[in-house]
């Protein structure tokens, strides 16, 4: 399925199921969702997740013409993966200010150094923030953008059912985890 103006609520449709839809969306936020150590987070989208944005978008800013519906198509759209790769939202969170400020300077290029590692297969480095001029020479954001782009044999190992790691090799954030099963069967029905 697509996502167009005519496959989305209205205000007023998504106004009524808002509240009792939003406990599913959370479950399938975090079972897509994978902490790598303690700072960062990579949530995994798909349609699912790309949906409820817009509409959350639509709600809040109470968007309902036209034009402005398909601004917010045009600007989360591109997060849904294409059957060929994984595209996540990476956030890198520090609760104190000062220490946010310090590490997102120490942390510049991380979003170069994350990977995923599908067992038997060559690392696939991430794509980042392809659309997006985010860098400065004083600090990395806190917010970026990744595509994983799959080459068929990692494809067709990770729906065989390949364990698959994911991690950073950034000189001060390395780390690596096992994505767990559960996130894993989600993550591969991304891959055709």
């Known amino acids: 399925m697509t996502l167009t103006r ?43 997740t790309v949906r409820r944005q817009i509409q959350e978008m639509l709600h809040i800013e109470k ?17 849904i ?22 590490e997102l300077a120490r942390l ?11 067992e038997g297969q060559p690392r696939i480095y991430a794509i980042a923030d392809e659309d997006l001029d985010r860098e400065t020479d004083e600090k990395t954001s806190s917010v970026h953008f990744l595509r994983f782009e799959f080459p068929k044999p990692a494809r067709d190992a990770v729906r065989a059912g390949a ?3 994911l991690g950073c090799d950034h000189t001060n954030y390395p780390a690596h985890v096992t994505i767990a099963p559960e996130t894993l069967a989600s993550l591969a029905g991304d891959l055709r």
Request: net charge negative.
């Open 163 to 165: 364990a698959v790691k």
């Open 108 to 118: 510049i290029g991380i979003e170069d150094r994350m990977f995923v590692e599908v």
């Open 6 to 48: 005519d496959s989305l609520l209205t205000l007023e449709a998504y106004a009524r199921i808002r509240k009792s839809s939003r406990a599913e969306a959370i479950a399938h936020r975090r079972l897509r969702s994978v902490a790598l150590g303690e700072h960062v987070t990579l949530q995994f989208e798909d349609e699912h």
């Open 63 to 79: 968007i309902f013409d036209e034009e402005g519906i398909q601004g917010e198509i045009d600007a989360y759209a591109p997060l």
């Open 81 to 102: 993966p294409d059957g060929t790769n994984w595209k996540a939202t990476m956030l890198i969170e520090y609760p104190d200010i000062n220490e946010r400020r310090r």
